[in-house]
Nanobody, 116 residues
Framework: QVQLVESGGGLVQPGGSLRLSCVVS????????MGWYRQAQGNQRELVAT???????NFADSVKGRFTISRDFAQKTVDLQMNRLTPEDTAVYFC??????????WGQGTQVTVSS
């Protein structure tokens, strides 16, 4: 079984930065895709960024150029660096591992609030 624990959320002013971290316990496979999703109040969960084990990345258009994603396969961590945050980035952010059979594992989520 795979378990994910996020950290690093909080309150930040517009234009500020936050770094989210996710630690994974359990077995990871080289085909697993790790990523971050978010869900704003009243909205569906949406993709923020993903990264494969070989480092290929994918970003939502809304965060391109502002967010970066990185992972350490040996340490089983995936981080999301968020810069130039706006109030529209306010959401609960979830860490995700997607397996080759499209099975998803999720963390419990961490709140990010961007407000002055």
């Amino acid at each position: 079984q795979v378990q994910l624990v996020e950290s690093g959320g909080g309150l930040v002013q517009p234009g500020g930065s936050l770094r989210l971290s996710c630690v994974v316990s359990g077995v990871l496979f080289s085909s697993d895709v790790m990523g971050w999703y978010r869900q704003a109040q009243g909205n569906q969960r949406e993709l923020v960024a993903t990264i494969t084990m070989v480092g290929n990345t994918n970003f939502a258009d809304s965060v391109k150029g502002r967010f970066t994603i990185s992972r350490d396969f040996a340490q089983k961590t995936v981080d999301l660096q968020m810069n130039r945050l706006t109030p529209e980035d306010t959401a609960v952010y979830f860490c995700n591992v997607r397996r080759f059979n499209n099975k998803d594992f999720w963390g419990q989520g961490t709140q990010v609030t961007v407000s002055s």
